[in-house]
């Protein structure tokens, strides 16, 4: 199910599909035209019209999925979105802790060495059914049990918004402990 989490510790970042979004919207303005033309037979502007709405309604999800929260909370579990149309939810008792981290950009040969924000969610080691999950590799990753949030697909990240975060997952885990049943 893909409702919004409880608490969002991490949101999406919209900028970089606008670059695509504004293409398509080219795209769809050059087919739109296409289509109006007094010239253009039933065929071609049924082909316009239908190429048009496809790429705009796939532009709407992408923007849409864009916007969606990378890392929250929803009762006892932790809510990362790593894909576009995915959510997993994992146990907070599997969530060790969260960190600042980066890692390098591919840069052009000469320049200097660039090197990009990410959070790092490590997850217990005893938690082999959460090691790896499939990712759309420009979001991040999932791998050796380490959900690592690429920082040009989520807010703007820093050390104080990692603090952040892990105030939130030590606080979430403080609830969840306090709420279960004493033995």
Do not use: Y
């Amino acid at each position: 199910m893909n409702r919004e989490p409880d608490a969002v510790w991490l949101r999406g970042n919209v900028r970089p599909v606008l670059g695509g979004a504004a293409v398509a919207a080219a795209m769809v303005t050059g087919l739109t035209w296409l289509a109006c033309r007094p010239a253009a037979g039933l065929m071609e502007r049924g082909l316009c019209i239908g190429l048009a709405i496809g790429l705009a309604a796939t532009v709407i999800l992408f923007l849409w999925a864009a916007t969606q929260p990378r890392l929250g909370r929803r009762g006892d579990r932790l809510v990362a979105r790593l894909a576009p149309f995915t959510v997993q939810e994992v146990p907070l008792d599997v969530v060790e802790c969260v960190f600042h981290g980066s890692h390098p950009l591919d840069a052009v040969p000469g320049a200097p060495p660039l090197r990009v924000g990410t959070i790092v969610v490590r997850l217990a080691e005893r938690a082999t059914e959460w090691r790896e999950r499939r990712t759309f590799a420009p979001w991040g990753s999932w791998l050796d049990g380490h959900i690592v949030c690429d920082g040009r697909w989520c807010e703007p990240l820093s050390v104080e918004r990692a603090r952040a975060i892990s105030a939130s997952l030590l606080e979430a885990k403080r609830e969840v402990a306090a709420a279960r049943p004493s033995a």
